[in-house]
Each structure stands twice: as C-alpha cells, then as structure tokens.
C-alpha cells in the first residue's frame, strides 16, 4: 500500500508543538511509565512525535522505540537525544511490518485520530494487534465528538516566546462535519523576530476523526483481545460519561 507524503506536522508547527505546554502532561506521563515499568518486554510508541513519553521512558533504562509519518517531528527528537541513537525511524502505522512483538504499544494525546480514513484504521488496528507479544497491551487515547471547541468558524491565535525572544505564532480557523466526524482546523505558523518582522511562514489543512462513546469498542471487539478496559482519566476512572472529551484503552491481547 502507498502512503500519500505528509502535509502536516512540518518545521514550524513541530516547533510550536514542542513549545506548546499539554494539561496533564506530568500525570500523563507518570501513566505510561507505569506501563513501561509493567512491561515484561520492549516497548513501542507508534506516532512517537518529537519524544514527549518516548524519550523520558528511554531515558529511564527502558527498552522502547519508536515511529512517526513526520520527518521534522522524528529530527527534533534526535536533535535531544543523539542524532544516530535514538530508537526511532519514519512510517505510517498502516505500514508497520515488523517480526518484533512488543509487551507494550501505547498511542497518547488522540494522536490515533490523524488516521481519518475507515480502512486506514481498520488495517492499523490489525496492525497493532499482531504486534503485540501474546499477554501484551495497546494503550491508546481517542479524543471524542465532545472535544470539538465551542465555537468554530471563529479565528484562535497562540503565540510562543522562545529563548531568543522572537516569537512563534499560529492561527487557526476550525470546522466539524457531523456526518464524517472529521474536525478540521486551516492553520497558518508564523516565525517572529522581536523587531515583529514575520519572516517564515507556514500552512497546513489539519484533520482528525473523531469518535462516538462506543465506537471504538465496536471496532477493537473483532480482534479478540482478552480484556478491553476504558478511562476517561489518568486516574483510570471508568468511563461512564458519554461526553467525554478523551477515552483512555487499555486492550490485552
């Protein structure tokens, strides 16, 4: 199967994602190295970004590694660990063919939800399914139809300050369609200096799938695993709210 070149997650929006500060990030990532620490194996974090969980868990002496679609995200996690060391390398997840089996797969933040297409997801849940060790599990975050910002159609702008003192902006316009679940975002970067002079600039047309309470649970269902459990917390909380605006998976194979 080809795979259509990445047009998001380029320099700029890499850039502003690594300097973008995440809720929970501290409590999420006590959650997953729980996980690793759990894990009688290697481990793998598909979509790994620029290292977020990734390198903090290498870092701990675990055996991870890891993949993601865009090759700016993969150099900005090179560029803090070392440029021919770190564990990771460049594909899709509808790509993934490897002898390995993992103990422990784990997809954070609904990054899952960038795979918008019925089959694109379908085969990489397939995927990630025979990756897995016998005993294994596939952690995965799925953001719901309940995430969609109130209101869209509206201009958004969020500026960060670097070291240097210039700045790194970006706008977003946002859409949802109710009828493909597809939330969309026209995002426009832009490079500051202090002087305000813009001097680089970049566009991407984001989208992500975004999913009913239950639906996920219909489609892990057929692959068999032992036990599927769901949160809506890092707490583990059992989901039981059907507007929550992230589900936790924890499946077993």
């Known amino acids: 199967m080809t795979q259509s070149p990445l047009t998001t997650y380029r320099k700029l929006c890499t850039e502003f994602y690594d300097l973008e500060p995440h809720k929970d990030s501290m409590q999420a990532l006590t959650f997953y190295m729980d ?13 790994c970004g620029t290292g977020r969980f990734l390198l903090p868990i290498l870092n701990a002496g675990f055996e ?5 679609a865009s090759p700016y995200m993969l150099e900005a996690l090179r560029e803090k660990y070392a440029p021919n060391a770190a564990p990771v390398w460049q594909e899709f997840v509808q790509q993934l063919n490897s002898p390995k089996k993992y103990a422990l797969i784990f997809i ?10 019925h089959e694109d997801i379908i085969r990489s849940l397939a995927i990630l399914h025979n990756h897995l060790a016998p005993g294994g599990r596939l952690i995965m975050e799925i953001e719901t139809v309940a995430s969609v910002p109130q ?3 509206i201009w958004r702008r969020g500026v960060h300050m670097r070291a240097d003192g210039s700045r790194l902006g970006l706008s977003t316009l946002s859409s ?7 939330f969309s975002a026209l995002c426009r970067y832009e490079s500051i200096l202090v002087d305000g002079t813009i001097v680089a600039t970049e566009t991407e ?9 239950d639906e996920m649970d219909r489609l892990l269902e057929p692959f068999g695993f032992s036990c599927i459990e769901k949160y ?3 707490t583990k909380q059992p989901a039981n709210n059907h507007n929550a605006p992230l589900l936790i998976y924890e499946c077993v194979k």
Do not use: K, V
Not at 64 to 68: L, T
Not at 176 to 182: F, R
């Open 108 to 117: 954070p933040y609904g990054s899952f939800g960038l795979i918008t297409n």
């Open 151 to 153: 209101p869209c159609g």
């Open 64 to 68: 991870i590694e890891g993949f993601d």
């Open 35 to 47: 996980y690793a620490q759990q894990a009688n194996g290697p481990i793998l974090e598909p979509m």
């Open 205 to 213: 047309d984001y989208q992500q799938y975004l999913y009913h309470f």
């Open 176 to 182: 949802y369609n109710e009828q493909t679940q597809l």
């Open 232 to 234: 809506t917390r890092y």
